[in-house]
């Protein structure tokens, strides 16, 4: 590959020749493992030139880029925006509160006035699943990024931990990582199941028999198409950790919680928490991830949170080089196929 550093603008890999085939980014299960080769090598590209003195690149000059957030963010809000920004697009941040949202304005509405705008890439974050898809329905001249829909997906988060697995792990194939925590109410966990299984890691989740999807409870799935992929549950963490070469810890979500769903917050840590003692069953120097935002001394110990293994501040520096790569192939692939 030739080196960012002797060129103003980054460009795809040698492997990138094929046009880029997704219009919209809605979440991973329409993605083949090459799909995810190209976004990976690229993104790779993209954090040299984090690394950069200079970091602005003219790649998406005369482009705009719109967010619109009707759900709380910092790292996923704030990343899109940098990575727009170092391509050279025009960014606008807009947010539910202090918008027509508030005067009954409809979604579909919403999402054709945005259009009109001539904006090029929407990047979408909504609290009901299925909302990126639907403005990719209506929306024929902008591309879609879904930011996060409910509880269904977060395509681009789970990117950025591939991202950083492979950078650590190299290969995925044949590794085991551990989900651990409310799988149930995360879109986190969906993506990153679809993105993971493709590349042929072993995936365990672990968590209250209550926070795990019902139709995994009863064991190991076996995955079509790879020898080593499957996906496993295991409720207690000890034994889901044995041999483990990465674990995520995943947060509470309240805010999407029916009551009575875990005894109480003592007995989640006591039993489910990702702490120094329980990590020394796992693979030495596994990698520790978290998407964020921690509740540190709930899902995760502080010890583990900054400690030696972990990874979770790269996860926010890989997070704006694969944003910059999706924005990348999203805005060139509408030059081809206008």
Not at 90 to 105: H, L, W
Not at 285 to 290: C, M
Request: net charge neutral; glycine share 8%; aromatic share 4%.
């Amino acid at each position: 590959m030739q080196s960012v550093k002797a060129k103003a603008t980054p460009t795809p890999s040698p492997g990138f020749t094929a046009p880029w085939p997704h219009r919209h980014i809605l979440d991973l299960d329409a993605f083949s493992p090459q799909d995810i080769e190209t976004v990976l090598s690229l993104a790779q590209s993209m954090k040299q030139v984090l690394q950069r003195e200079v970091k602005k690149v003219p790649s998406l000059r005369g482009k705009t880029i719109i967010t619109c957030f009707h759900e709380p963010s910092t790292r996923t809000r704030i990343s899109f925006e940098t990575a727009g920004k170092l391509l050279s697009a025009d960014v606008i941040n807009m947010q539910a509160t202090g918008s027509s949202v508030e005067k009954g304005e409809s979604l579909v509405d919403t999402l054709l006035t945005l259009q009109a705008t001539a904006c090029d890439v929407l990047v979408l974050r909504h609290p009901h699943a299925g909302a990126p898809y639907l403005a990719a329905r209506w929306l024929h001249r902008t591309s879609v990024v879904n930011a996060g829909d409910g509880t269904h997906a977060h395509p681009t988060q789970a990117l950025l931990d591939i991202f950083t697995l492979r950078e650590h792990l190299g290969t995925l194939e044949g590794r085991t990582i551990v989900i651990v925590g409310d799988i149930a109410h995360s879109r986190v966990a969906r993506s990153n199941l679809w993105g993971l299984v493709r590349l042929g890691m072993r995936v365990v989740l672990c968590g209250p028999p209550t926070l795990l999807p019902w139709d995994l409870l009863n064991g190991r799935k076996e995955t079509p198409g790879h020898p080593f992929a499957t996906v496993e549950v295991e409720t207690d963490l000890d034994k889901a950790l044995e041999g483990a070469d990465a674990v995520m810890a995943l947060r509470l979500q309240k805010e999407r919680m029916q009551t009575g769903l875990i005894p109480s917050l003592r007995e989640y840590i006591a039993l489910w928490q990702v702490n120094e003692h329980r990590l020394t069953r796992a693979r030495p120097g596994a990698l520790v991830l978290h998407p964020g935002p921690m509740n540190e001394g709930v899902e995760i110990s502080p010890g583990v949170a900054h400690g030696a293994s972990s990874v979770i501040q790269e996860q926010v520096t890989n997070g704006v080089a694969v944003r910059m790569a999706l924005l990348y192939l999203l805005c060139t692939a509408q030059e081809r196929h206008p």
